[in-house]
């Protein structure tokens, strides 16, 4: 079960690109949208920074957890020895990395979906840009998940 649980996205799901770079087309954050989320993004963490991504577009930002945490690695974005868990577009829509039964939480709800590499082991999902002040509330929960699951012991 769920560490969390979301209430079911309004509306259609946005228009996204099924091959990477998976990013969003359509319902993207209005810019003082993505400007909120991105402050709250990188500064309400222990032991992260940001970074520049390793392996999104140049424009992404990366979450990054600290060395000093003894973490799993499966936490992680690829490539091995990356500490990047999560990952935010300019379109407002981000990546992470979760436990499998949080990230169904999210896509169940309607708040995202698999990344299209999922079945050549790529551990992360994308998430919708938040398209208001309320749905930014919302996906606080899913990134405070992914910290979770980057920042627990393996």
């Given at each position: 079960?769920?560490?969390?649980?979301?209430?079911?996205?309004?509306?259609?799901?946005?228009?996204?690109?099924?091959?990477?770079?998976?990013?969003?087309?359509?319902?993207?954050?209005?810019?003082?949208?993505?400007?909120?989320?991105?402050?709250?993004?990188?500064?309400?963490?222990?032991?992260?920074?940001?970074?520049?991504?390793?392996?999104?577009?140049?424009?992404?930002?990366?979450?990054?957890?600290?060395?000093?945490?003894?973490?799993?690695?499966?936490?992680?974005?690829?490539?091995?020895?990356?500490?990047?868990?999560?990952?935010?577009?300019?379109?407002?829509?981000f990546h992470l990395v979760m436990?499998?039964?949080?990230?169904?939480?999210?896509?169940?709800?309607?708040?995202?979906?698999?990344?299209?590499?999922?079945?050549?082991?790529?551990?992360?999902?994308?998430?919708?840009?938040?398209?208001?002040?309320?749905?930014?509330?919302?996906?606080?929960?899913?990134?405070?998940?992914?910290?979770?699951?980057?920042?627990?012991?393996?």
């Amino acid at each position: 079960m769920s560490s969390f649980v979301l209430p079911r996205r309004t509306g259609e799901p946005p228009v996204t690109g099924k091959q990477p770079p998976q990013l969003q087309f359509s319902d993207q954050s209005p810019r003082d949208v993505h400007e909120k989320m991105a402050e709250w993004f990188f500064s309400s963490f222990d032991r992260t920074r940001e970074e520049p991504t390793r392996i999104s577009v140049a424009t992404s930002r990366a979450l990054w957890l600290d060395e000093s945490v003894n973490a799993t690695p499966r936490a992680f974005m690829p490539p091995p020895g990356n500490r990047e868990f999560a990952h935010l577009h300019e379109d407002g829509s981000f990546h992470l990395v979760m436990a499998e039964e949080d990230e169904e939480e999210v896509i169940r709800k309607g708040w995202g979906l698999h990344h299209p590499w999922k079945d050549r082991g790529v551990n992360e999902i994308l998430v919708y840009a938040p398209r208001n002040e309320a749905e930014i509330e919302i996906l606080k929960s899913v990134i405070a998940a992914s910290y979770r699951f980057a920042s627990r012991s393996a």
